[in-house]
T-cell receptor, first 112, second 111 residues
């Protein structure tokens, strides 16, 4: 069973607010990822990290930012939320190359 | 980059029926996973299957890496099998170790 956790599960917030989505894993995985997914649509990679102090942007451009100060923690921040940020955000982790990825439960964000 | 295709895009089954979902990928891969996304949006790992065949209860999967496809079999389907099934791959040929998802197959099992 995967030990990767996301909080909150659901968030409704007003336009212009700053938000941080939390992602933590207890498996000691070095690689962590954030994906964005609109309902019924594909998953798009927006950020990834190969380890502490390593962060890169993914395939889909995003106004969010991430940090990786500790191996187990990979938070995503939106400085000023907008309705266009409404989506589901999924965090994942893995280690090595020939291994499986594990996903958190997701955060469903609604910006009103 | 690697392209991942899944078929069919949508599938409606009567409870108890069997089905086969297909995943094709355009280049060699070193990882392949099948996920089930439930109605609450959570991605559940079904199989890690870069090659060969695995079975887990009513589900089984086969990957033929040399022919660049994988199949997911669902037998005696139940309403709880409803959701979206994603195939995802990794390749050593990409610039970084990313999990590339297919578009998914949306399955509805009706009583």
């Amino acid at each position: 069973e995967a030990d990767i956790y996301q909080t909150p599960r659901y968030l409704v917030i007003g336009t212009g607010k700053k938000i941080t989505l939390e992602c933590s894993q207890t498996m000691g995985h070095d690689k962590m990822y954030w994906y964005q997914q609109d309902p019924g649509m594909e998953l798009h990679l927006i950020h990834y990290s190969y380890g502490v102090n390593s962060t890169e942007k993914g395939d889909l451009s995003s106004e969010s930012t991430v940090s990786r100060i500790r191996t187990e923690h990979f938070p995503l921040t939106l400085e000023s939320a907008r309705p266009s940020h409404t989506s589901q955000y999924l965090c994942a982790s893995k280690t090595g190359m020939v291994t499986e990825a594990f996903f958190g439960q997701g955060t469903r964000l609604t910006v009103v | 980059g690697i392209q991942v295709e899944q078929s069919p895009p949508d599938l409606i089954l009567q409870e108890g029926a069997n089905s086969t979902l297909r995943c094709n990928f355009s280049d060699s891969v070193n990882n392949l996973q099948w996920f089930h996304q439930n109605p609450w949006g959570q991605l559940i790992n079904l199989f890690y299957i870069p090659s060969g065949t695995k079975q887990n209860g009513r589900l089984s999967a086969t990957t033929v890496a040399t022919e660049r496809y994988s199949l997911l079999y669902i037998s005696s389907s139940q309403t709880t099998d409803s959701g979206v099934y994603f195939c995802a791959v990794n390749s050593l040929k990409t610039s970084y170790d990313k999990v590339i998802f297919g578009p998914g197959t949306s399955l509805s099992v009706i009583p």
